[in-house]
T-cell receptor, first 112, second 115 residues
């Protein structure tokens, strides 16, 4: 299975941008990059996903390196509600690697 | 989106007993999954619940310990059998509308403590 590497933890201040990195050097051509987050005492929730191009939605932006071996989830203005564990997951929905395999993720702390 | 109701939300059980967790979705979904999240750990996939057939279990999980039912496209149950304290975890149900769909939806989880 393709693996991802994320920092164990990161810290940010409220209303500042946050850049959460993810390395996936063994990514295959059909792997999509997915991000989920898990707020305290809740199930994970989908944040964003992409294949090659940068992506934006109402929650975040996803910047994907040209060689696709790394990506960055960008929260433009962190709020206290964004404190969560963020998971970067590779997923090939059309192939054998379609299952969501959660790593340890990055614990984001947001300071007021 | 999908609204997922898991019951019970939490329980404390005696070792050696069994607990059945229910997952109800507000719409028909193609795929349903069960995950375990041990204390302080990430999520681990237990099995894929297949409608009308036996569940597909991941390595390390067996049907005798975690029997799963999925009688229709909106409902599934996971039973944790012959429980021991090592089974104390959060159990989560997840659904997707199709294999090519991009987003998985998760229930709030069932927090199980075995004493």
């Amino acid at each position: 299975d393709a693996k991802t590497t994320q920092p164990n933890s990161m810290e940010s201040n409220e209303e500042e941008p946050v850049h959460l990195p993810c390395n996936h050097s063994t990514i295959s051509g059909t792997d999509y990059i997915h991000w989920y987050r898990q707020l305290p005492s809740q199930g994970p929730e989908y944040v964003i996903h992409g294949l090659t191009s940068n992506v934006n939605n109402r929650m975040a932006s996803l910047a994907i390196a040209e060689d696709r071996k790394s990506s960055t989830l960008i929260l433009h203005r962190a709020t206290l509600r964004d404190a969560a564990v963020y998971y970067c997951i590779l997923r090939d929905v059309g192939g054998s690697n379609y299952k969501l395999t959660f790593g340890k993720g990055t614990l984001l702390t947001v300071n007021p | 989106s999908a609204v997922i109701s898991q019951k019970p939300s939490r329980d404390i059980c005696q070792r050696g007993t069994s607990l059945t967790i229910q997952c109800q979705v507000d719409s028909q979904v193609t795929m349903m999954f069960w995950y375990r999240q041990q204390p302080g750990q990430s999520l681990t996939l237990i099995a894929t619940a297949n409608q009308g057939s036996e569940a597909t279990y991941e390595s390390g999980f067996v049907i005798d310990k975690f029997p799963i039912s999925r009688p229709n496209l909106t409902f599934s149950t996971l039973t944790v059998s012959n429980m021991s304290p090592e089974d104390s975890s959060i159990y989560l149900c997840s659904v997707e509308y199709g294999r090519m769909n991009t987003e998985a939806f998760f229930g709030q989880g069932t927090r199980l403590t075995v004493v």
